[in-house]
């Protein structure tokens, strides 16, 4: 059974940081494109983040590039999503996907495994 677990959410002022964790379990880590997506109220669910299966390709949404940023550990089962100079805007709750079928994963529906999610919530 695959499992994807998120952690690292909190509550956090405009300006901090934080670091989300993506611990997979169930699959070939190391094949398997990994994507961050977020889901505020009221709001589409949007693309955050990706990192491809050797971690030698990523790739951010507009409205986090520079603040941003993924990576992986493949030794671990584990993708981070490193968060600086949050601003209330980035409140929402975080998820991480996997795709074993494409290379890079932008695309919600290209996801075939999603985690719970993880609130983050940025107080201005």
């Known amino acids: 059974q695959v499992q994807l677990v998120e952690s690292g959410g909190g509550l956090v002022q405009a300006g901090d940081s934080l670091r989300l964790s993506c611990a997979a379990s169930?699959?070939?880590?190391?094949?398997?494109?990994v994507g961050w997506f977020r889901q505020a109220p009221g709001k589409e669910r949007e693309f955050v983040a990706a990192i491809s299966w050797a971690a030698s390709s990523t790739h951010y949404g507009d409205s986090v590039k520079g603040r941003f940023t993924i990576s992986r550990d493949n030794a671990k089962n584990t993708v981070y999503l490193q968060m600086n100079s949050l601003k209330p805007e980035d409140t929402a709750v975080y998820y991480c996907?996997?795709?074993?079928?494409?290379?890079?994963?932008?695309?919600?529906?290209?996801?075939?495994?999603w985690g719970q999610g993880t609130q983050v919530t940025v107080s201005s």
């Open positions: 996907a996997a795709t074993i079928r494409f290379a890079f994963l932008v695309a919600e529906t290209k996801a075939d495994y």
């Open positions: 169930g699959l070939t880590f190391s094949s398997s494109a």
